[in-house]
């Protein structure tokens, strides 16, 4: 094993199954890049939307709605940008769009359009959206993972 360090994706390759994250085409394949680089891209892009949310919530609690919006908002489409390095753009976008999911991706992208509003016309609702944008977006993340939707009604108790 090469001595690159402990994250090191091109030793796991071998091991790594090739799934629906790898078949198809990437939104990046224009730059021919490797499926470990195409990883590096994915998890950098999750780093720089969790630190751009991140930095974009303490502006909210400094009182800055206006950059709390524009940060908050442009991290949460950072970190999905990065899916584009896995499966591309196209696929992310049906796959979103599929009935299982319809309803937690409209209400993940209302949501995100609620936070500018909240920010900019309403002045105080920002916090109601970026909670609502939570649960859509862990809605919509579990819908991913088998019976994980039907686990979490079931221990709320609401199955």
Do not use: H
């Amino acid at each position: 094993m090469s001595s690159k360090g402990w994250f090191n994706l091109e030793a796991a390759g071998g091991m790594m199954p090739e799934t629906q994250f790898f078949e198809g085409d990437s939104a990046f394949k224009f730059l021919g890049l490797t499926r470990t680089q195409r990883l590096y891209g994915f998890i950098g892009c999750l780093v720089i939307g969790f630190v751009l949310s991140i930095l974009g919530s303490i502006l909210l609690f400094l009182g800055q709605l206006g950059s709390f919006a524009v940060l908050y908002t442009i991290g949460v489409l950072v970190s999905l940008a990065g899916t584009g390095f896995l499966i591309g753009f196209a696929t992310q976008i049906k796959l979103m769009f599929k009935p299982v999911r319809l309803v937690a991706t409209i209400v993940f992208l209302g949501s995100i359009a609620l936070v500018f509003v909240g920010a900019f016309v309403l002045g105080n609702e920002v916090g109601l959206f970026v909670i609502i944008e939570y649960l859509a977006y862990t809605w919509y993340s579990l819908s991913y993972i088998p019976y994980a939707r039907s686990a979490v009604l079931k221990l709320v108790g609401l199955d």
